[in-house]
């Protein structure tokens, strides 16, 4: 099956510094990767859309400013969260879709970030 | 109102017990539904679809109902590893987009 790998699994940084987070689809070319961030006892909440080699779609009420999205490849998506503070600690998830709209996505493992 | 919701629960039943979840979406635009599992401090892993016609994996069954926009998830002789979180999803193919109900707590016990 197809497999999507995250990291770093983990990260605890000091406020104000920016935390990178990469997600990579490793047996399959991802045309779209979606981005989701869940707070403890909630749902997935959708950040971003990003599709490669294009801007990526935020969902609204996330600053694009403050969770930069790069999808540079068919295999690699990169979330950076600048200048983190401790309410945007959290559990964030890709995920990757092949080529078709509605087609499957496959979630990587998630990374858990902790501001202090 | 929240776009899928469903019961937090938790629901704490006894190892072979039969135990249904439900869950409602407000979006009648929506046209494909899934259950997920999700484990403590996991992804969310697809469980399975959702039809009309029900569809049935083992000791799981699931149900849609688009009239009343409702879903549901009966599993079967529940196992201790069914313990997890289960989460409605509805996708919608204008947006191309996920959208996650809370999730219902399942706690199977000895």
């Known amino acids: 099956g197809a497999v999507v790998s995250q990291h770093p699994s983990w990260v605890i940084c000091k406020s104000g510094t920016s935390v990178k987070i990469e997600c990579r689809s490793l047996?399959?070319?991802?045309?779209?990767m979606f981005w989701y961030r869940q707070f403890p006892k909630q749902s997935l909440m959708l950040m971003a859309t990003s599709n490669e080699g294009s801007k990526a779609t935020y969902e609204q009420g996330v600053e694009k400013d403050k969770f930069l999205i790069n999808h540079a490849s068919l295999t690699l998506s990169t979330l950076t969260v600048t200048s983190a503070h401790p309410e945007d600690s959290s559990f964030y998830i890709c995920?990757?879709?092949?080529?078709?709209?509605?087609?499957?996505?496959?979630f990587g493992p998630g990374t858990r970030l902790t501001v202090l | 109102r929240k776009e899928v919701e469903q019961d937090p629960g938790p629901f704490n039943v006894p190892e072979g017990a039969t135990v249904a979840f439900n869950c409602t979406y407000s979006n009648s635009a929506s046209q494909s539904f899934f259950w997920y599992r999700q484990d403590c401090r996991k992804e969310p892993k697809l469980l399975m679809s959702?039809?009309?016609s029900g569809n049935e994996d083992g000791r799981f069954t699931a149900q849609l109902n688009r009239a009343s926009q409702y879903i549901s998830l009966l599993i079967r002789d529940s196992k201790l590893s069914d313990s997890a979180t289960y989460l409605c999803v509805a996708f919608t193919g204008g947006g191309n987009k996920l959208t996650f109900g809370t999730g219902t707590q399942l706690k199977v016990e000895l």
């Open positions: 959702v039809y009309s």
């Open positions: 047996d399959f070319q991802a045309t779209t």
């Open positions: 995920s990757a879709q092949t080529s078709g709209a509605g087609d499957t996505q496959y």
